[in-house]
């Protein structure tokens, strides 16, 4: 589908204000609602790009800006060491009761936007990956696509780093796609182990795959990209949304 401008809306969180960076179909008529996560960049170009190819099958994406409280609004970190290193301080700094804050407000507001039917997914990479998965704990979400999440196995995301993902993947009722890099050394065999086990024990519904790709293989800037896995992911991603956000 042709795309609207890009917008930008800044809603109230329990942390300040939040920028939104909202994609969506120039066709009339309501469509179902994604909130995308990005990776510890916050919105570059190629975020920008996903939601608009997501946007494009007939969706209303929102990005949030995931380290609003740090940065000042519309900040893209680099990709480069400083970027990188400034991305991970922060990850590490934020609460993670302020994460599920930002997503709870993210969420609400996706679902009462007049283009939205009100069935919401979630999706991210990296960080993003992880928070869309802990978005998912909310009763709201339908299903979320998570690739290469990062810090779930280890419990070490927000502040403090002692998360409870883990612990609470069984208040999860939607359905998830979880997506792996092979050669991915952020979240090694052993760490999907865990992760695995945990979503058996608890009844989690979900697709798993691991691919054979590094860290980032979904990001179409530098080369650890794979286009190919590219548009095998968007397939997976496309059939569960298909599926999960517009019942028949």
């Given at each position: 589908m042709i795309l609207r401008e890009h917008e930008m809306i800044d809603i109230p969180t329990g942390s300040g204000p939040m920028r939104l960076h909202v994609l969506r179909?120039?066709?009339?008529?309501?469509?179902?609602?994604?909130?995308?996560f990005s990776e510890i960049y916050q919105v570059t170009a190629p975020i920008r790009r996903l939601a608009a190819m997501i946007a494009g099958l007939g969706y209303v994406v929102a990005v949030p800006e995931v380290y609003h409280e740090y940065e000042a609004a519309g900040t893209v970190l680099a990709y480069d060491q400083p970027g990188t290193d400034r991305g991970n301080a922060l990850?590490?700094?934020?609460?993670?009761?302020?994460?599920?804050?930002?997503?709870?407000?993210?969420i609400a507001?996706?679902?009462?936007?007049?283009?939205?039917?009100?069935?919401?997914?979630?999706?991210?990479?990296?960080l993003g990956g992880h928070l869309a998965l802990r978005a998912a704990m909310n009763g709201a979400v339908s299903a979320a696509a998570c690739f290469y999440a990062t810090d779930i196995h280890s419990s070490t995301l927000g502040e403090g780093q002692q998360d409870d993902t883990l612990r609470r993947i069984g208040e999860i009722s939607g359905e998830l796609l979880m997506v792996w890099g092979r050669q991915d050394p952020h979240v090694p065999f052993a760490g999907r182990q865990v992760i695995r086990e945990t979503f058996e024990a608890a009844n989690a519904r979900y697709e798993w795959y691991e691919v054979n790709g590094q860290h980032a293989f979904l990001r179409d800037e530098g080369h650890r990209y794979d286009p190919a896995l590219f548009l095998q992911c968007m397939a997976w991603v496309r059939s569960m949304f298909e599926r999960t956000l517009r019942p028949g």
């Amino acid at each position: 589908m042709i795309l609207r401008e890009h917008e930008m809306i800044d809603i109230p969180t329990g942390s300040g204000p939040m920028r939104l960076h909202v994609l969506r179909p120039a066709a009339t008529g309501r469509f179902p609602g994604v909130v995308l996560f990005s990776e510890i960049y916050q919105v570059t170009a190629p975020i920008r790009r996903l939601a608009a190819m997501i946007a494009g099958l007939g969706y209303v994406v929102a990005v949030p800006e995931v380290y609003h409280e740090y940065e000042a609004a519309g900040t893209v970190l680099a990709y480069d060491q400083p970027g990188t290193d400034r991305g991970n301080a922060l990850k590490y700094t934020k609460p993670i009761t302020a994460y599920d804050d930002d997503a709870r407000a993210a969420i609400a507001w996706l679902a009462d936007h007049p283009a939205c039917t009100g069935r919401i997914g979630t999706m991210g990479v990296c960080l993003g990956g992880h928070l869309a998965l802990r978005a998912a704990m909310n009763g709201a979400v339908s299903a979320a696509a998570c690739f290469y999440a990062t810090d779930i196995h280890s419990s070490t995301l927000g502040e403090g780093q002692q998360d409870d993902t883990l612990r609470r993947i069984g208040e999860i009722s939607g359905e998830l796609l979880m997506v792996w890099g092979r050669q991915d050394p952020h979240v090694p065999f052993a760490g999907r182990q865990v992760i695995r086990e945990t979503f058996e024990a608890a009844n989690a519904r979900y697709e798993w795959y691991e691919v054979n790709g590094q860290h980032a293989f979904l990001r179409d800037e530098g080369h650890r990209y794979d286009p190919a896995l590219f548009l095998q992911c968007m397939a997976w991603v496309r059939s569960m949304f298909e599926r999960t956000l517009r019942p028949g």
